[in-house]
């Protein structure tokens, strides 16, 4: 941790050095993510024994203190672009970083306040192109339970920003965007495993039958 701390006091002086700032805190509330990112270099980056960045090898609670404030950049940066409506520029900050869970998490806000602005195309195209943090294991029977979790968790959360976009569309009876909608659903382990369409889907065509609505 010395050595960091004169690192950090290297990069700052009066304004003529590397560094306006003296925390990546400070840069943070600055919203100068590459003197963040600057500062970010003065923590070591180091994997323990176990391949993890925040599990001591021994179970310890030893944490990777570069890897826990690349967090907090990434996550600002996420917050801050979304918020002014740049989510290509949120998702390349979370996708540099090999971060993509940050984005993932941060989109569901995004896509809810662009059906509050009747901005329907722009939602859809972000769901158009989504790209799974969460690979699709290439024999559900055989996965690993924990890599089946990770894959149902991120098809759940994308399922539920369809269902948003489905809602609205249910509402507002706009068929277009219903049909884009049932063609976007993603199945979970479960409807893979049963043979069967997930059954987000399946509900909403019960919506669509309920509503009288024939696409």
């Known amino acids: 941790m010395e050595k960091t701390e004169e690192c950090l006091e290297d990069k700052y002086d009066d304004g003529d050095g590397a560094s306006k700032y003296k925390t990546i805190d400070e840069a943070i509330t600055a919203y100068d ?3 963040a990112r600057s500062l970010l270099a003065c923590y070591e980056d180091q994997e323990w024994l176990d391949g993890s960045r925040y599990t001591g090898a021994s179970g310890g609670s030893e944490t990777n203190e570069h890897a826990k404030r690349l967090e907090k950049i990434v996550t600002a940066e996420v ?21 993509n869970i940050i984005y993932s998490q941060a989109l ?3 896509v809810n306040s662009l059906i509050d602005k009747g ?7 972000i769901l158009s192109k989504y790209t799974f943090a969460s690979a699709l294991p290439p024999n559900v029977f055989s996965a690993d339970d924990e890599i089946k979790d990770a894959y149902n968790d991120e098809a759940n959360l994308f399922n ?6 489905f809602n ?23 409807g893979y495993e049963s043979d069967r369409d997930y059954n987000t889907k399946n509900t909403a065509k019960a919506k669509l039958k309920e509503a009288g609505i024939v696409l």
Not at 119 to 125: G, M, R, V
């Open 168 to 190: 609205y569309a249910l509402l507002e009876k706009d068929q277009a965007i219903l049909q884009k909608c049932l063609l976007l659903y993603v199945q979970n382990i479960s």
């Open 160 to 165: 539920d920003m369809v269902n948003s976009l």
């Open 79 to 99: 917050t801050h672009y979304m918020k002014n409506g740049e989510e290509a520029l949120a998702k390349a900050a979370a996708q540099e970083s090999n971060l």
């Open 119 to 125: 901005d329907i195309e722009k939602a859809l195209s």
């Open 108 to 110: 569901p806000a995004l």
């Open 33 to 35: 993510f590459e003197g």
